[in-house]
């Protein structure tokens, strides 16, 4: 009877730690099926690339603002220097026909 009891409790010892075990297993299983899925998830590729291309959208805009605004900038300077001095004809010689970019500043933009 004593060898019973015995091996009664190795049995129920031998359980409890199978059942521990198998818990372990189940939430490392659990770990491992979401890093899989998250690995072969492409939802970030796509908002990257969709951020991308919102972003090269948002500089073409840009570049034309740049060229209007550019643009009006080299109109008024051309207006300014075609205005009639105090005194002046009001005809513009020349020399401020012949205006570019780099007589006016335009540089710097």
Do not use: C, F, W
């Not at 359980?15 to 372990?24: F, Q």
């Not at 970030?44 to 948002?58: C, D, F, M, Q, T």
């Amino acid at each position: 009877m004593e060898e019973y009891q015995k091996n009664s409790d190795t049995i129920n010892a031998l359980t409890n730690e199978l059942h521990s075990v198998s818990e372990d297993l189940s939430r490392v299983k659990e770990k491992m099926d979401s890093r899989g899925a998250s690995m072969t998830d492409t939802a970030p590729l796509v908002k990257i690339k969709g951020a991308l291309s919102k972003l090269r959208a948002e500089t073409k805009q840009l570049e034309i603002r740049i060229g209007v605004l550019t643009h009006t900038l080299v109109a008024k300077k051309v207006q300014q220097a075609t205005k009639p001095a105090k005194g002046g004809k009001g005809v513009p010689s020349e020399d401020d026909a012949n205006l570019d970019e780099d007589d006016m500043g335009m540089d710097d933009l």
